[in-house]
C-alpha cells in the first residue's frame, strides 16, 4: 500500500512540474507589423530613367511628380535590391506559427522563396523586461550559397507600438547597412524611417514616411547625398487621389511648393 501511495504521490507532484513548466512558457511575443520594415512607395512608381527627370523642365508636363518620385525610388532601391531577401523572409514569418526553445525566447523555422531560389530562415524572439530582441538568420545551400548569416536584428516595445530594425547588407560584406525606425499607432504604423548606416559618402541619409489627417495625409521628409553636399526634400500626397506637392531648395530654387494633380500633371499650387 504505502508503495502504491509513494507511486501516485510522484505521478501527482510530477504532472504538477510539468504543467508548471508548461506555464512558464508563457505566450509568444508578437511579431512588428511589416509595415515596420517597409516604406509604401506604391504612388511614386516612374517609369522614366533619373537622368530624363533630373534634367526636365520644372513647371511642365509631370516633372514635379517626377522629381518626387526619383529621389523616392533612390531609398525603394535599396529595399528592392539589396535588402529584399531579408525583408521578404520577414513578411512570411507572419504567417507562420513559433515554437518554445528556451526561457522567454521563441523560435521561427521556415523556408522562403525569392526569385526561384530557395532561402532558410529562422527568427528569433526573445521576451526581456522592457522590449523584444529580434533575430534573423538566412542560409542559401547551392550555388552560391552562404552558411548561417545575422541578416538583421532589432527590438520592438512589449505593446507593439513601436521598434528599431538593424539590416546588414549582405553575407558578404556584413556591414551595418540600414537602420529602420518605426512606430504604430491605433489604426497602423505612425511613420517609418530609413537611415543609411554604412561608413560611406551616403552615411546619414534618411527618408521618413507617414500618414496624418490632413488633406494631403501622407509624406516623406528626405535628406540624401547627391554627390557634392546633403539635400533636402519633401513631399506631400493624398493617398487615395493620389495629387501632391513637393519641395526642394536645391533642386527647385525656392522654399515654395511646386504641385501635382490626380493625373501627375503639374498645376499651380493654390
Known amino acids: 500500500m504505502k508503495k502504491i501511495l509513494s507511486l501516485v504521490l510522484i505521478l501527482i507532484l510530477s504532472t504538477g512540474f510539468f504543467t508548471s513548466c508548461k506555464k512558464d512558457k508563457g505566450a ?3 511579431l512588428p507589423p511589416q509595415e515596420s520594415m517597409t516604406i509604401d512607395f506604391t504612388n511614386f512608381s516612374s517609369t522614366k530613367k533619373s537622368a530624363e527627370i533630373i534634367s526636365g523642365q520644372k513647371g511642365t508636363s509631370t516633372d514635379n511628380w517626377n522629381y518626387a518620385a526619383t529621389v523616392a525610388g533612390v531609398w525603394k532601391l535599396i529595399i528592392n535590391t539589396t535588402l529584399a531577401v531579408p525583408v521578404t523572409a520577414f513578411k512570411a514569418a507572419l504567417d507562420k506559427t513559433p515554437v518554445f526553445i528556451s526561457t522567454k525566447t521563441w ?16 527568427l528569433t524572439g526573445l521576451i526581456r523586461s522592457s522590449d523584444v530582441q529580434w533575430k534573423m538568420y538566412i542560409t542559401r545551400e547551392g550555388t552560391d550559397g552562404f552558411a548561417e548569416f545575422l541578416w538583421f536584428e532589432g527590438t ?14 549582405s553575407a558578404q560584406a556584413p556591414d551595418a547597412l540600414l537602420q529602420i525606425d518605426w512606430t504604430k499607432t491605433a489604426t497602423g504604423v505612425g511613420y517609418v524611417k530609413y537611415t543609411y548606416v554604412k561608413n560611406d559618402s551616403f552615411k546619414n541619409s534618411y527618408i521618413e514616411y507617414g500618414l496624418t489627417t490632413s488633406a494631403l495625409n501622407a509624406y516623406y521628409t528626405i535628406h540624401y547625398y547627391v554627390g557634392v553636399k546633403f539635400s533636402d526634400v519633401n513631399v506631400e500626397w493624398n493617398t487615395t487621389t493620389h495629387n501632391g506637392h513637393v519641395k526642394s531648395i536645391d533642386y527647385l530654387g525656392d522654399v515654395n511648393w511646386y504641385c501635382w494633380d490626380e493625373n501627375k500633371v503639374n498645376i499651380v499650387c493654390l
Open 28 to 30: 509568444p511575443p508578437v
Open 107 to 122: 523560435q521561427w523555422s521556415y523556408n522562403v522563396t525569392f526569385l526561384n531560389i530557395i532561402y532558410k530562415a529562422r
Open 156 to 169: 520592438s516595445k512589449l505593446d507593439g507600438t513601436g521598434g528599431q530594425w538593424i539590416l546588414y547588407e
